[in-house]
T-cell receptor, first 113, second 114 residues
């Protein structure tokens, strides 16, 4: 069965510093991978998705993620954190559009002024 | 604008009462889903439906029921059999048969049992 691991349930960074949120998946074949962001008391919003077209994926709000098959990883990065980036971030994996989406436990990002 | 509408946003209920959460989408998506989210936990799948008049249990279906009579609607009933119903409930939809089928989410409904 597929699974998703997010290292670090809470991450704190200073404003302007690099944001790095880790995601590792277990899958026998390269799946489709997603990063979602959730602000308090709101639904999830898609940040970016990996579809095998390119290993480096650019998303909204300056975020990007790199798919590394050898490491089964899909880490999310942003060069310079902004206060508005404080939120919960979820990594997710899906084998095909007919399969269930498997979510990681989430990482709460705090940005310190 | 296309999207998913969940209502109500906040709901309070007494123990022993059934409540129904509404989810409507105008994205013309085939599949719809209900997730439960508890503090500090990820999303857990309650029920999903990939076609009208058909739905499947997710990982935590006990104490919940759904219907899918129309493509755009997928209401969730939290029954009195659900032992711990206080949670944040999220509805989502997706296209079936596309390359990735990413989920689109509503704004959520927060249920509190008094």
């Amino acid at each position: 069965a597929q699974s998703v691991t997010q290292l670090g349930s809470h991450v704190s960074v200073s404003e302007g510093a690099l944001v790095l949120l880790r995601c590792n998946y277990s899958s026998s074949v390269p799946p489709y991978l997603f990063w979602y962001v959730q602000y308090p008391n709101q639904g999830l919003q898609l940040l970016l998705k990996y579809t095998s077209a390119a290993t480096l994926v650019k998303g909204i709000n300056g975020f990007e993620a790199e798919f590394k098959k050898s490491e089964t990883s899909f880490h999310l990065t942003k060069p310079s954190a902004h206060m508005s980036d404080a939120a919960e971030y979820f990594c997710a994996v899906r084998k095909t559009s007919y399969d269930k989406v498997i979510f990681g436990p989430g990482t709460s990002l705090s940005v310190i002024p | 604008d296309g999207g998913i509408t969940q209502s109500p946003k906040y709901l309070f209920r007494k123990e022993g009462q059934n409540v129904t959460l509404s989810c409507e989408q105008n994205l013309n998506h085939d599949a719809m889903y209900w997730y439960r989210q508890d503090p500090g936990q990820g999303l857990r799948l309650i029920y999903y439906s990939q076609i009208v008049n058909d739905f499947q249990k997710g990982d935590i279906a006990e104490g919940y029921s759904v219907s899918r009579e129309k493509k755009e609607s997928f209401p969730l009933t939290v029954t009195s059999a659900q032992k711990n119903p206080t949670a944040f409930y999220l509805c989502a939809s997706s296209i079936v048969g596309t390359l990735t089928g990413e989920l689109f989410f509503g704004e959520g409904s927060r249920l509190t049992v008094l």
